[in-house]
């Protein structure tokens, strides 16, 4: 039998060959087409990456292409999770929904911007007037405005509404703790004053907080309470205000004499701690325990404080607050008969400051409710007499009255349009000129309402107008129907309740306790007591009437 020859190889595998020698090279591994390729891993444009994704020689087998495979997918996990953070937040900054998808594919989470930013020229068109300040006049008319994000911000927001005078908060009045005043706030401020010609110790007012209480009985709260108004005082002094307006307190469960007696005791302390500023006290609608209700008070308290110091205590006259404990502003003849107590038992040289408030709720109510300038129970004509009231010239006088306004009733103009949360506030335009779907509310929910400072530089403008304007004429008749039947649902509707609270005091007083002897309805109901004792007219019957009587009481 011959002998074979050597085999002959072919060039390529023969054909049915399925195995491949080691010593080949291997085909690259094949990858997902949504996943990017890893071709630049390598790369040296990358700094630092090539190094990074070096690897040590794996050993030949199907172990070798396992670690080959998973170096590769972790790389490209890498790079796609970079690529996907990059990708959000390019997206968050432009405040477009990111979706990220879950391992589940079940769930997603949107990540949206909870408040467009505004644009330069918006900003540029906030800081366009309301409305121009109007120089030289006796009355020096504002409002209590905003002072966030530093107290020299308060003079920008008074000459927004065109305000002569204005009153702020000189720190958080919803908390104890509040950071030092800054020497850059306070700098600012004074240069705001001096350029805008605001006179700092005329016609600024800042309002205390409304948890400080003078009169306080617990020893810890009232030095905290001390505390805080002294801060405040400091912080005046060194802004170069005189005056400080205050809320004079309550004396809760305890006496009131002694209550006065706190109150003088703690401006005692404060007023010879300090020097320049005037602490000014306003009066209030006298409900419950609360002081200032009565002009009397006043004088009690002044009684106790020494003599010296009389020269740096002021009152603040609240329009509403007065109205609401009783004394008549709306009439002329009552309104010069409350200036008359006021300067007998008071004096005007303590009169320092005018807040002008409406009031929703009738004269005598007891009850605190601001409303806007002739659309209360106090009316424009009362609001005519102040502002013709030769003994205010010169007095800061300050608007309080309500500017909250549901977004519907809030004006489109460039000047007054505001931007709002994107909780349904109102309709912002987006850059392809369309409005942002607004989430719907609940049913019975109501519409959310903004602040529209607009109000307060119409009113300011309105009392300007009534200096000097004769009441009998057809322009201040007009004027007076016209705000008096804007506020008529919201009379009508006070006057009700004012008066259901009166008629279940009366049937409060009217009412005496239960007899001694007389049935309780259960009792006439089990039968009990069918041989009682006789009543006051002998007779052992009960009367129905009394029974019912006594089971309602």
């Known amino acids: 039998m011959p002998s074979r020859g050597p085999r ?24 997902s087409k949504r996943v990017k390729s890893t071709e630049s891993l390598g790369n040296p444009s990358f700094p630092g990456r090539s190094e990074a994704k070096k690897e ?51 769930t997603a989470v949107t990540a949206t911007s ?35 994000k530093g107290v020299f911000n308060a003079i920008n927001n008074s000459m927004h509404i065109g305000g002569n005078a204005f009153a702020l908060f000189l720190k958080s009045q919803r ?31 800042p309002h205390g907080s409304y948890l400080v209480n003078l009169a306080q009985e617990d020893k810890a709260k009232a030095k ?31 006496n009131f004499s002694d209550a006065l007696s706190r109150l003088a005791k703690a401006l005692t302390n404060a007023l010879a701690a300090t020097s320049t500023v005037t602490p000014v006290l306003e009066t209030m609608c006298g409900h419950g325990t609360t002081i200032g209700g009565k002009l009397t008070e006043f004088r009690d308290l002044l009684a106790m404080i020494p003599q010296e110091y009389h020269s740096r205590i002021g009152i ?34 303590h009169l320092r400051a005018l807040h002008l408030n409406d009031s929703k709720a009738p004269r005598g109510s007891k009850r605190d409710l601001h409303a806007n300038i002739g659309t209360g129970f106090l009316g424009l004509r009362a609001f005519h007499n102040v502002m013709n009231e030769p003994r205010f010239e010169g007095l ?64 300011i403008e309105l009392l300007e107008s009534l200096i000097g304007m004769d009441p009998e004429s057809p322009e201040f008749r007009a004027l007076e129907a016209q705000l008096a039947e804007e506020g008529r649902e919201m009379r ?42 006789a009543n006051k007219n002998g007779s052992t019957e009960d009367s129905e009437d009394e029974g019912c009587q006594s089971h309602t009481e």
């Open 114 to 148: 909870s408040k467009r930013r505004k644009t330069k020229k918006e900003k540029e068109v906030d800081m366009v007037p309301l409305r121009a300040r109007t120089p030289g006049l006796r009355m020096c008319v504002g409002a209590h405005v905003s002072a966030a």
């Open 316 to 349: 603040c006259i609240d329009t509403c607050h007065s109205f609401a404990a009783g004394y008549d502003l709306a009439s002329p003849p009552g309104f010069q008969a409350f200036m008359k107590e006021f300067e007998e038992v008071i004096g005007l040289q």
């Open 175 to 205: 908390k104890w703790d509040n950071p030092p005043l800054h020497d850059d706030h306070r700098d600012n401020f004074r240069r705001l004053c001096k350029e805008h010609k605001y006179d700092s110790a005329k016609h600024i007012l």
């Open 8 to 31: 002959k190889t072919a060039s390529g595998p023969s054909p049915g060959t399925s195995k491949r020698k080691i010593d080949e090279p291997r085909s690259p591994l094949r990858r």
């Open 224 to 254: 905290q309470a001390y505390d805080s108004f002294l801060d405040d005082l400091r912080r005046c002094e060194a802004l170069g205000i005189t005056l400080y307006n205050f809320h004079p307190g309550s004396a809760n469960q305890s």
């Open 492 to 533: 009508e509707k006070q006057q009700e309740q004012y008066e259901r609270k009166l008629d279940a005091e009366e049937k409060k007083k009217t009412k005496s306790p239960r007899k001694k002897n007389q049935k309780t309805l259960m009792e006439m109901m089990n039968g009990a007591g069918k041989k009682g004792k």
């Open 396 to 459: 800061p006088m300050v608007l309080e009255t309500p500017i909250d306004r549901p977004v519907s009733m809030i004006s489109k103009s460039p000047v007054q349009k505001k931007d709002q949360d994107s909780d349904g506030a109102a309709d912002v335009p987006t850059s392809n000129n369309k409005k942002k779907a607004q989430p719907k509310r609940p049913a019975n929910s109501k519409e959310p309402t903004v602040a529209d400072p607009s109000v307060w530089a119409r009113e």
């Open 56 to 106: 040590k020689p794996a050993p030949p087998g199907q172990k070798s292409l396992r670690a080959h495979g998973d170096s590769l997918a972790l790389s490209v996990k890498e790079e796609t999770e970079e690529e996907i953070g990059a990708s959000v937040k390019a997206e968050r900054d432009q405040g477009s929904a990111v979706k990220h998808e879950e391992a589940d594919d079940k």
